[in-house]
């Protein structure tokens, strides 16, 4: 008899939790995804295509997470796998307390079941949270191996919110690329900062395929980075882990699922921001790393903005706009339009909330502590054109774009706006580059000549 299991996700963990542990293994029989964080996901299915037809030739619905105790009652549900991450840890044991009353088992898959092995070396990118600054982490390790004459592909954690069977796996080394496959604003604000710089990204849902694909890919590949998504563990192996700490939420690396794994597994922990957080806070988070992972390397990290026309800030009613993600789930209260903001003397921080509408709205809804800083929503067309909208409602002098994309690419927005961008700089010894020298030298890897740095 097969155990019937619903997998609790979002979207991405959950689907590779599926394609790891479950696909095929006919001890299991998953009857459903539920699905949270991200809007208008619920309702679909994930396709027998990537299911496997042999086992699931209907596919496999996507629920609501809110039916979950009727759905374990419905469906006769022994297991619930619980497969999202940026989650603080009273709710992933209320939900553990939800799903045992209801009967069944709550249970984790770690790294064990769900790694990956590569043929190539594997370096990977974590956070203790969304909005540490994975991205800008991960295109530093990029430029810095690429100096050294290697050549690198990154993987990107996913975000599959399309046509599922035509996501299975994406490659994107032009801006073209991101139009060709639809992807939404956030997709877009993870993998335009690579393509821009001329380096190759993959993504999907199938990430034994996209593995497969990144290591043969047509332009070369001789070192993986994994660029990992939320606060998630890596889907491959690992060969340097390099996790990332936000002392602006100091003790969140040791409250959050799956962080504090992030945050035990690293090689290497860059604690970045620390030109704009208090010396108590980054006080904190040494601390708490040193107790949970001594072993860790620590590179004290800034991301040190830079900004269009900044004198165009001053005296000026700002609309500021940052990453949908940081401030939805990952409950930043300030980013770096913000910093540009204060630093370049606006007169105002336009509340976005009285001006927002249709789905933007609902985000404010679902999402109350926001404050007066607006979202980059964008998960689908509708979202996208709401964004629109709320941004030329308001009575904004200037709109401030602290996301890692040309926003005015997507939207048409008629204000006079300045985008932020934002790299990461290490301060002291030791830094990235003295360590992935290290790391080259022991998997004796050798590029060109180093590139002289301009």
Same mark, same amino acid.
């Given at each position: 008899?097969?155990?019937?299991?619903?997998?609790?996700?979002?979207?991405?963990?959950?689907?590779?939790?599926?394609?790891?542990?479950?696909?095929?293994? +006919?001890?299991?029989?998953?009857?459903?995804?539920?699905?949270?964080?991200?809007?208008?996901?619920?309702?679909?299915?994930?396709?027998?295509?990537?299911?496997?037809?042999?086992?699931?030739? %209907?596919?496999?619905?996507?629920?609501?997470?809110?039916?979950?105790?009727?759905?374990?009652?419905?469906?006769?549900?022994?297991?619930?796998?619980?497969?999202?991450?940026?989650?603080?840890?009273?709710?992933?044991?209320?939900?553990?307390?939800?799903?045992?009353?209801?009967?069944?088992?709550?249970?984790?898959?770690?790294?064990?079941?769900?790694?990956?092995?590569?043929?190539?070396?594997?370096?990977?990118?974590?956070?203790?949270?969304?909005?540490?600054?994975? +991205?800008?982490?991960?295109?530093?390790?990029?430029?810095?191996?690429?100096?050294?004459?290697?050549?690198?592909?990154?993987?990107?954690?996913?975000?599959?919110?399309?046509?599922?069977?035509? *996501?299975? &796996?994406?490659?994107?080394?032009?801006?073209?690329?991101?139009?060709?496959?639809?992807?939404?604003?956030?997709?877009?604000?993870?993998?335009?900062?690579?393509?821009?710089?001329?380096? &190759?990204?993959?993504?999907? &849902?199938?990430?034994?395929?996209?593995?497969?694909?990144?290591?043969?890919?047509?332009?070369?590949?001789?070192?993986?980075?994994?660029?990992?998504?939320?606060?998630?563990?890596?889907?491959?192996?690992?060969?340097?882990?390099?996790? &990332?700490?936000?002392?602006?939420?100091?003790?969140?690396?040791?409250?959050?699922?799956?962080?504090?794994?992030?945050?035990?597994?690293?090689?290497?922990?860059?604690?970045?921001?620390?030109?704009?957080?208090?010396?108590?806070?980054?006080?904190?988070?040494? *601390? %708490?790393?040193?107790?949970?992972?001594?072993?860790?390397?620590?590179?004290?990290?800034? +991301?040190?903005?830079?900004?269009?026309?900044?004198?165009?800030?001053?005296?000026?009613?700002?609309?500021?706009?940052?990453?949908?993600?940081?401030?939805?789930?990952?409950?930043?209260?300030?980013?770096?339009?913000?910093?540009?903001?204060?630093?370049?003397?606006?007169?105002?921080?336009?509340?976005?909330?009285?001006?927002?509408?249709?789905?933007?709205?609902?985000?404010?809804?679902?999402?109350?502590?926001?404050?007066?800083?607006?979202?980059?929503?964008?998960?689908?067309?509708?979202?996208?054109?709401?964004?629109?909208?709320?941004?030329?409602?308001?009575?904004?002098?200037?709109?401030?774009?602290?996301?890692?994309?040309?926003?005015?690419?997507?939207?048409?927005?008629?204000?006079?706006?300045?985008?932020?961008?934002?790299?990461?700089?290490?301060?002291?010894?030791? %830094?990235?580059?003295?360590?992935?020298?290290?790391?080259?030298?022991?998997?004796?890897?050798?590029?060109?000549?180093?590139?002289?740095?301009?």
């Amino acid at each position: 008899m097969r155990r019937n299991v619903i997998i609790i996700g979002a979207a991405g963990r959950d689907f590779h939790n599926f394609n790891t542990f479950f696909r095929g293994n +006919s001890t299991y029989n998953v009857v459903a995804f539920t699905a949270a964080q991200i809007p208008d996901i619920d309702g679909r299915k994930y396709p027998p295509q990537l299911a496997g037809e042999d086992l699931y030739p %209907n596919g496999i619905p996507i629920l609501a997470e809110q039916n979950l105790p009727n759905l374990i009652q419905e469906l006769n549900v022994q297991d619930c796998v619980f497969s999202y991450s940026d989650v603080p840890y009273q709710r992933v044991m209320g939900l553990s307390a939800i799903v045992n009353a209801a009967g069944a088992n709550f249970m984790l898959l770690g790294p064990n079941e769900t790694m990956l092995k590569s043929t190539k070396p594997i370096i990977a990118v974590g956070a203790t949270r969304t909005g540490c600054g994975k +991205s800008q982490t991960s295109r530093r390790i990029i430029e810095i191996l690429m100096k050294h004459g290697l050549k690198v592909v990154a993987v990107r954690h996913p975000m599959p919110y399309g046509d599922l069977v035509a *996501q299975k &796996v994406q490659r994107f080394a032009t801006i073209e690329d991101l139009q060709r496959y639809k992807c939404t604003i956030e997709e877009m604000e993870e993998y335009e900062p690579h393509v821009v710089r001329g380096n &190759v990204i993959y993504a999907g &849902v199938d990430y034994e395929a996209i593995l497969r694909a990144a290591e043969n890919d047509p332009n070369g590949c001789d070192i993986i980075l994994w660029d990992g998504g939320n606060n998630d563990f890596p889907f491959y192996k690992p060969d340097l882990m390099i996790g &990332v700490a936000d002392p602006h939420r100091p003790g969140h690396e040791v409250s959050y699922y799956p962080g504090e794994v992030v945050a035990r597994i690293a090689d290497i922990i860059v604690i970045n921001k620390i030109d704009t957080a208090c010396n108590e806070n980054i006080l904190t988070v040494r *601390q %708490n790393i040193a107790r949970i992972n001594p072993k860790a390397i620590i590179v004290d990290g800034a +991301s040190p903005l830079t900004v269009e026309h900044p004198e165009l800030i001053r005296g000026k009613k700002a609309l500021v706009v940052e990453d949908g993600p940081t401030l939805t789930h990952g409950e930043m209260k300030i980013g770096a339009g913000v910093v540009a903001a204060l630093k370049y003397g606006a007169s105002e921080l336009i509340d976005p909330r009285p001006y927002a509408v249709g789905k933007i709205a609902d985000t404010f809804r679902m999402y109350p502590n926001i404050g007066t800083l607006l979202p980059a929503m964008g998960y689908g067309e509708q979202q996208i054109k709401d964004l629109e909208t709320t941004i030329n409602n308001t009575p904004a002098e200037v709109v401030i774009i602290g996301t890692p994309i040309d926003l005015n690419r997507v939207i048409k927005i008629k204000k006079p706006t300045i985008k932020i961008g934002y790299d990461l700089q290490e301060i002291g010894h030791p %830094n990235l580059e003295e360590l992935l020298i290290s790391f080259l030298e022991q998997h004796h890897l050798k590029g060109k000549s180093p590139k002289a740095c301009c």
